[in-house]
Structures are given as C-alpha cells and as structure tokens.
C-alpha cells in the first residue's frame, strides 16, 4: 500500500531535478500599451444627429475597440508561442 507513496515521492524529486535543471529566461514585455484606443465619447457639442445616428456611431466605434483587443491579443498570443515553442521542443 505505501508503494505507490514511494512512487509519487520518487515522481515528485524526479521532476523538481528536471526543473532545476532548465534555464530559462522570461521576457518582459518590451512596452505597456498606453491606451488602447482614444476614447470615441461624442460631447454635447458634435451630437447633431437623431439618437439612431448617435447609437450607430457607438455601435462602429465599439466594433473597433473590440477588433483592437482582439489582434492585441493575437499578437501577445503569436509572440509567446513563438517564444516558448524553441524550448518545448528540445
């Protein structure tokens, strides 16, 4: 019954001699993005139109916010991969 306890011990030193063993160094992003996108917020004074224009001109504007985030993400995505894949395959 206590031979699988010695099983996990053994498991367990094997892989903290293995993480020991690498060498990695993590790489900071090189900049923090400052604002992502200017804030589209219309004042009193360009509101012209009628309310479904204003709701139109959000709805483009928040479409944009959203395709920016997501080729953000994209790339901070691609750059890790690129990053880690050198070392998960050694």
Same mark, same amino acid.
């Given at each position: 019954?206590?031979?699988?306890?010695?099983?996990?011990?053994?498991?367990?030193?094997?892989?903290?001699?293995?993480?020991? +063993?690498?060498?990695?160094?993590?790489?900071?992003? $090189?900049?923090?993005? %400052?604002?992502? &996108? *200017?804030?589209?917020?219309? +004042?009193?004074?360009?509101?012209?139109?009628?309310? $479904?224009?204003?709701? %139109?001109?959000? &709805? *483009?504007?928040f479409k944009a916010h959203q395709?920016?985030?997501?080729?953000?993400?994209?790339?901070?995505?691609?750059?890790?991969?690129?990053?880690?894949?050198?070392?998960?395959r050694a």
């Amino acid at each position: 019954m206590h031979d699988w306890k010695n099983e996990l011990d053994a498991l367990v030193a094997e892989t903290m001699a293995f993480t020991k +063993s690498l060498k990695l160094e993590i790489q900071l992003p $090189r900049s923090l993005p %400052k604002e992502a &996108v *200017e804030r589209g917020d219309l +004042s009193a004074s360009e509101y012209d139109g009628s309310e $479904r224009e204003e709701i %139109k001109k959000r &709805v *483009e504007s928040f479409k944009a916010h959203q395709k920016h985030f997501t080729r953000e993400r994209e790339e901070y995505a691609n750059s890790q991969l690129r990053r880690i894949r050198p070392i998960t395959r050694a």
